[in-house]
């Protein structure tokens, strides 16, 4: 027996997973991401104070 999966299969698979790459984790990164960043920078300004000209 054999477990190799039928090209339908592996095209069905192929698609969901493209779907939850592209509407669920590349934006729940994105915002995790840029969230970080300003998170970063707000702690920083806090610690070393606001930028100065």
């Given amino acids: 027996m054999s477990d190799n999966p039928t090209p339908e299969q592996v095209?069905?698979?192929?698609?969901?997973?493209?779907?939850?790459?592209?509407?669920?984790?590349?934006?729940?990164l994105s915002v995790i991401i840029v969230g970080g960043?300003?998170?970063?920078?707000?702690?920083s300004q806090m610690i070393f104070g606001p930028p100065t000209s």
């Fill in 11 to 28: 095209r069905k698979h192929e698609k969901n997973t493209f779907i939850f790459l592209a509407v669920f984790l590349a934006p729940i």
């Fill in 37 to 43: 960043f300003g998170f970063m920078i707000w702690i």
